[in-house]
């Protein structure tokens, strides 16, 4: 049997990159996909990749920071599907600058988005899956937020935040029969990594000890690991998916 069949997946930022690979990945293992983004016409890519390897594909317009939003999206998810089995935290966002130069606007974007949208998201399905007594989250936070970067004052505390979230998410939610771990990746070849400097690709190579960038699928392979039964037993830690760069 394949590892998630009969699953019903909830993925944030699924229309590209690290987001589609996993709703894909997730399918592929038996699971049907709420696919959701800040527009549900950018998701229909994603839909035809899902339905096209057999499984349902339902997509929602949410922006993970608006509260109603996640709300109405979470409600709608639910009387869709009957029940709410994983949740992928997934979508985020860059707004570089140094911390001198940095606005307040772009500060609060990051956060409001990476930090406070995975907030809002496991709020609003924690309270289908206790009453389901089962679910789980995968967050996806980066290596970033564990080990900080010039230029990243807000990517990365956001994203150290989403590793803290998650850790009170498991001891939380823990008796109540539901999981929650986060994935780090560290330098994964997206659209979000296309816009970096050959000079910065470089650098960022230079301290990769396996001398090597991630491919979407290196993420998704483990974030269906943690979604999955084989990691019953672990919850409350972030993993690194980045070569070896961080490994603490
Ligand atoms: P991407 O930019 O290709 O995809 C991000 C997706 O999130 C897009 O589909 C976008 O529309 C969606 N999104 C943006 N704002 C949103 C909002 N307010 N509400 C709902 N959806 C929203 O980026 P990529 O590379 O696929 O990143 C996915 C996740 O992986 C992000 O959380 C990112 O921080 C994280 N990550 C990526 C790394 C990389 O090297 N690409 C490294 C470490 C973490």
Do not use: H
Request: proline share 2%.
């Amino acid at each position: 049997m394949a590892l998630l069949e009969g699953k019903i997946a909830v993925v944030t930022g699924a229309a590209r990159g690290i987001g589609q690979s996993i709703a894909l990945k997730l399918a592929e293992e038996g699971a049907d996909l709420a696919l959701s983004d800040v527009q549900a016409d950018w998701l229909s890519e994603t839909k035809e990749k899902v339905e096209a390897l057999g499984r349902r594909a339902e997509v929602y317009g949410v922006d993970v920071s608006k509260g109603d939003q996640v709300q109405a999206g979470v409600d709608q998810i639910q009387k869709d599907f009957g029940r709410i089995d994983i949740v992928v935290n997934n979508a985020g966002i860059t707004r570089d600058g140094l911390l001198m130069r940095m606005s307040e606007e772009d500060w609060d974007l990051v956060m409001n988005i990476n930090l406070k949208g995975t907030f809002l998201m496991t709020k609003a399905a924690s309270r289908y899956m206790m009453k389901q007594r089962s679910g789980v989250f995968v967050n996806v936070a980066s290596v970033i937020g564990l080990m900080g970067n010039p230029g990243q004052a807000n990517y990365g505390a956001s994203k150290a935040g989403v590793s803290n979230l998650t850790k009170t998410t498991a001891k939380e939610l823990a008796a109540r029969g539901i999981r929650a771990n986060a994935v780090a990746p560290g330098f994964i070849k997206t659209k979000m990594t296309d816009a970096l400097t050959d000079e910065t690709r470089d650098a960022m190579l230079s301290v990769i000890p396996m001398k090597d960038f991630g491919l979407p699928e290196d993420v998704s392979n483990v974030v269906c690991f943690l979604a999955s039964d084989m990691s019953r037993y672990v919850t409350g830690q972030t993993l690194s998916i980045c070569g070896g760069m961080v490994t603490a």
